[in-house]
């Protein structure tokens, strides 16, 4: 079973920028296409970022446009991202999600990390 592990997450001030890591279990990578998902306090989760398996595609939701990038080094079992000109309301928790099926459906993630809190200040 495939496990993930998300770090990089903290406090940074609005503007600031912050890189998260995902580091899968097994080299699934190049079989497996993954998401980031996250979660504010008293929000349901949502859909942020995806690259296909093959890492040419990517999704990023409307808000986070311009500002997030998604990444993988396959040869570390690695996905990041990146985001920039962070804003309060990028306050969550962040998830790497990995799936089989179509990244850029949300409900196809089947693996899951146990999430990394960012939190943005004014």
């Known amino acids: 079973q495939v496990q993930l592990a998300e770090s990089g997450g903290g406090l940074v001030q609005a503007g600031g920028s912050l890189t998260l890591s995902c580091v899968a279990s097994?080299?699934?990578?190049?079989?497996?296409?993954m998401g980031w998902f996250r979660q504010a306090p008293g929000k349901e989760r949502e859909f942020v970022a995806a690259?296909?398996?093959?890492?040419?595609?990517?999704y990023y939701t409307d808000s986070v446009k311009g500002r997030f990038t998604i990444s993988r080094v396959v040869t570390k079992n690695t996905w990041y991202l990146q985001m920039n000109s962070l804003k309060p309301e990028d306050t969550a928790v962040y998830y790497c999600?990995?799936?089989?099926?179509?990244?850029?459906?949300?409900?196809?993630?089947?693996?899951w990390g146990q999430g990394t809190p960012v939190t943005v200040s004014a």
């Open positions: 999600a990995a799936t089989s099926g179509s990244f850029t459906d949300s409900r196809s993630y089947e693996y």
């Open positions: 097994e080299r699934t990578i190049t079989g497996a296409a």
């Open positions: 690259m296909s398996r093959s890492g040419t595609a990517t």
